[in-house]
């Protein structure tokens, strides 16, 4: 086939495609990429993630429901050796698949899925915990029976008081920028996703490169929910400060071998950086 007459890749082919752009991007200080694994996860380990994750994408550009669409791209994420590889991205990439499959991939488009989702949608997110062990901070005090990890046994909390997912992730998303940057994406119809996207699309060079100083822009300009959650504030704050302060490959290489030896790993960055280069290839940037 030849390349004028080369279909285009639907959402689903898209959304996988930013996922294995994201880990392949290098340097990405204190995240797995092609060039460095952590301790405990591998970049091939991110690929078989990818791959496992499709048929949920698939799912999210049927249009079915997003919590059904979530637990299946996650449920199929886990299975490979490492764990939790992409529960972040698939979080922010489900609702903007579904967006995107109804020609609505804008900031007030992705908005409107993530409203118009249900309290059986939440109980699909609290389900898809149970597939991987997910690092999250602990509920606010009074709340422990809608605490994530129980994932399904706090699903007749959730029903009891009639949340539904954008409630849940409305909770999360506190304004002060303590709470959860992914959470925040929802509530506010990502923002800093499609802005991020659109500095890869005006970027030059192969797009594996464009993502990784996607990446360092994005950690630059908030503190990444992860590190804050793993290793506190301070940490956040200085991780934050430090990519503020990189002025070249070199410097970012050096720096994600620090952050690697460390164990700082601002994942919640790379999510928002998977979800930019799904934007950005829905939007034209090519391959």
Not at 45 to 74: H, I, M, N
Not at 170 to 195: I, K, L, M, Q, Y
Not at 206 to 228: I, K, N, Q, S, Y
């Amino acid at each position: 086939m030849t390349r004028a007459t080369a279909p285009r890749r639907g959402p689903a082919a898209n959304a996988e495609l930013a996922l294995l752009l994201e880990v392949a991007g290098t340097p990405k200080p204190g995240n797995v990429d092609r060039h460095r694994d952590l301790a405990d996860l591998r970049f091939e380990q991110f690929l078989a993630g990818a791959v496992g994750a499709r048929p949920g994408l698939e799912r999210a550009a049927a249009g079915d429901p997003v919590g059904e669409a979530f637990e299946t791209a996650v449920g199929g994420m886990s299975e490979q050796s490492g764990g939790n590889t992409q529960f972040g991205c698939l979080l922010l990439l489900v609702p903007l698949v579904r967006a995107a499959a109804a020609g609505e991939l804008t900031p007030d488009g992705a908005r409107s899925v993530c409203e118009a989702t249900t309290v059986d949608d939440a109980a699909g997110f609290y389900r898809a915990f149970e597939h991987v062990d997910v690092a999250v901070a602990d509920p606010p005090e009074g709340l422990d029976t809608l605490d994530v990890r129980r994932g399904a046994d706090a699903v007749p909390a959730l029903r009891e008081r009639g949340l539904t997912l954008f409630d849940v992730m409305s909770r999360s998303a506190r304004p002060d920028g303590a709470g959860d940057a992914n959470a925040r994406e929802w509530v506010e119809g990502f923002p800093r996703t499609f802005r991020a996207a659109g500095s890869i699309r005006a970027d030059e060079g192969p797009v594996t490169d464009r993502a990784a100083r996607a990446f360092l822009d994005l950690l630059a300009e908030a503190d990444d929910t992860l590190v804050r959650t793993q290793h506190g504030p301070d940490v956040a704050r200085e991780v934050r400060e430090r990519a503020a302060e990189v002025a070249s490959t070199a410097t970012a290489e050096e720096w994600a071998e620090e952050l690697v030896d460390r164990g700082i790993n601002p994942g919640t960055t790379a999510d928002i950086a998977a979800a930019a280069l799904f934007v950005a290839l829905e939007r034209g940037v090519s391959v």
